[in-house]
T-cell receptor, first 117, second 114 residues
Framework: DQQVKQNSPSLSVQEGRISILNCDYT??????FLWYKKYPAEGPTFLIS?????DKNEDGRFTVFLNKSAKHLSLHIVPSQPGDSAVYFC????????????????FGTGTRLQVTL | GAGVSQSPRYKVAKRGQDVALRCDPI?????LFWYQQALGQGPEFLTY????????KSGLPSDRFFAERPEGSVSTLKIQRTQQEDSAVYLC????????????FGQGTRLTVV
């Protein structure tokens, strides 16, 4: 079963507008969430993260929102730029203090973002 | 090096052949992970090392898969008697400390079994 779901395989947004990528999860043990960006033929690159004690985390043009009761998070990119065109993966893990070690990530299937001119 | 390095970048193996995939993590990184990414899917966890200790191998799909990190730095993922369903990109990631620090990924090795 897919514990982390990204239901939109692709998204097209005009340059300068807002991009909103969504992610849902089912495992209540997940307490830490990350977004990774992936260009073709490269490994995923960390973008931004949020722990469950927060509902928002912002870093420049990127903001992640977490709705723990709905088990839903979203990534907002504003303004969108052509260089943002990539596949975006949502990932989740339990908080490390619960396991005592670094935690494996469970990934969604990704959303391909295309930012058009 | 500056980042996580994986070799080879591409590997074509005949069905039944053994393969070995190498990962050089960022120097000093304690944690090392292997993930498998099938076409059109997200990466899926295979195994995790903390220094030289393999703490979690729950994601290895069968006993044909074996990973090691004998000196706590370079890691090798070995697949014996490869099968077509093993075709995927194998990603290695490392992180500096324990806990939820973000992991840095290598470029991956694309394995094609023919």
């Amino acid at each position: 079963d897919q514990q982390v779901k990204q239901n939109s395989p692709s998204l097209s947004v005009q340059e300068g507008r807002i991009s909103i990528l969504n992610c849902d999860y089912t495992n209540s043990m997940f307490d830490y969430f990350l977004w990774y960006k992936k260009y073709p033929a490269e490994g995923p690159t960390f973008l931004i993260s949020i722990s469950s004690i927060k509902d928002k985390n912002e870093d420049g043009r990127f903001t992640v929102f977490l709705n723990k009761s709905a088990k839903h998070l979203s990534l907002h990119i504003v303004p969108s730029q052509p260089g943002d065109s990539a596949v975006y993966f949502c990932a989740a893990s339990p908080l490390a203090y619960e396991t005592g070690t670094a935690s494996k990530l469970t990934f969604g299937t990704g959303t391909r973002l295309q930012v058009t001119l | 090096g500056a980042g996580v390095s994986q070799s080879p970048r591409y590997k074509v193996a005949k069905r039944g052949q053994d393969v070995a995939l190498r990962c050089d993590p960022i120097s000093g990184h304690v944690s090392l992970f292997w993930y498998q990414q099938a076409l059109g899917q997200g990466p899926e966890f295979l195994t995790y090392f903390q220094n030289e200790a393999q703490l979690d191998k729950s994601g290895l799909p069968s006993d044909r898969f074996f990973a090691e990190r004998p000196e706590g730095s370079v890691s090798t993922l070995k697949i014996q008697r490869t099968q077509q369903e093993d075709s995927a990109v194998y990603l290695c990631a490392s992180s500096l400390m324990l806990g939820n620090t973000e992991a840095f990924f290598g470029q991956g090795t694309r394995l094609t079994v023919v």
